[in-house]
């Protein structure tokens, strides 16, 4: 058996092109929707995530500002940054590309977006929302993971959903909303972690297996069953010496030996990664609409 690919970039190149429409709809009444980028210090990979981001902003008709920081910028400089953005009319989303260098101050620049801004759903009014069950941004990749799921017809309800890795930014908001109750969730969620003792006892009882550990070929094919459903969040670079750029990006899951045996993988890359940067084209085109107080742009 070889594995149905989870076409991430064909799918999120069709949700652009609805995400366009509605951007154009809003530039009919006079508004561009805009985002806010900041990045502090110079790692090559948040750098080449930011330019991947704005790149997307500019192809569906999104302005993006970008502001950068030296690596050793005080908490007072990067909160400055925030709160221009946040009383910015052109602004409608804030994107602070994390991690920052100093990651003791995560909480409390994320805390200082305006909730009605934070596009990567990362401030502690959103993440309460979701927890909630009430309206607000969702963390990108987890909802990005979601809508690849159910528009690539893969049933979530009832079935039994393991994730690997408890990070803010994945494993949490998407145990959050696969395990509530509606559309998007209903599952029985398992979170592991590093942690976890004999993780494969875990991984074998997946029917729908998400990993986002950060560690390259962290899933081996003896660590699932036939017919599992795989969606690799890992985006890892190595060594590559054939490669012009001397690496090359795998994700966390072995995907030759995985593909054999899973009934659909997600690709590195080509998977996840394309459709985070959808939904977060897609909640700074909401935000832009709510801000200026019109309806969805996306409901019906
Ligand atoms: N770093 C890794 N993923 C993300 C993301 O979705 N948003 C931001 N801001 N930073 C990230």
Avoid: W
């Avoid at 890359?269 to 996306?298: C, D, H, K, Q, S």
Wanted: net charge neutral.
């Amino acid at each position: 058996m070889s594995a149905r690919i989870l076409d991430g970039k064909a799918l999120a190149a069709d949700m652009r092109r609805e995400i366009a429409r509605a951007a154009a709809e809003l530039g009919e009444r006079g508004i561009t929707p805009g985002l806010g980028v900041l990045l502090v210090g110079d790692d090559p990979a948040s750098r080449s995530y930011v330019t991947a981001k704005e790149k997307a902003c500019a192809e569906v008709g999104i302005h993006s500002e970008e502001v950068c920081l030296p690596a050793d910028a005080s908490r007072e400089a990067i909160l400055e940054i925030v709160r221009g953005f946040n009383r910015s009319d052109s602004v409608h989303g804030i994107l602070v590309q994390l991690p920052l260098p100093e990651p003791s101050m995560e909480t409390p620049v994320l805390s200082a977006i305006d909730p009605g801004k934070d596009v990567d759903g990362f401030h502690p009014v959103n993440v309460g929302r979701l927890l909630l069950g009430l309206p607000g941004f969702i963390p990108c990749t987890a909802h990005g993971i979601v809508k690849l799921l159910q528009k690539s017809g893969i049933p979530i309800e009832g079935r039994h959903v393991v994730i690997v890795g408890r990070s803010n930014i994945v494993g949490r908001p998407l145990a959050n909303i696969l395990s509530s109750k509606g559309p998007l969730g209903n599952a029985t969620v398992t979170i592991c972690h590093t942690r976890t003792r004999d993780m494969a006892r875990f991984t074998r009882q997946a029917e729908i297996l998400v990993v986002a550990a950060g560690r390259p070929r962290l899933i081996t094919a003896d660590m699932v069953r036939e017919g599992v459903v795989v969606v690799d969040v890992g985006v890892n670079r190595v060594e590559d010496a054939s490669s012009p750029r001397g690496y090359r990006l795998v994700g966390d899951v072995d995907f030759e030996e995985v593909r054999r045996k899973a009934a659909a993988i997600s690709p590195v890359p080509g998977g996840v990664g394309p459709m985070t940067i959808t939904m977060l084209l897609y909640n700074t085109v909401l935000a832009a609409a709510e801000l200026n107080g019109l309806r969805n742009p996306f409901a019906g």
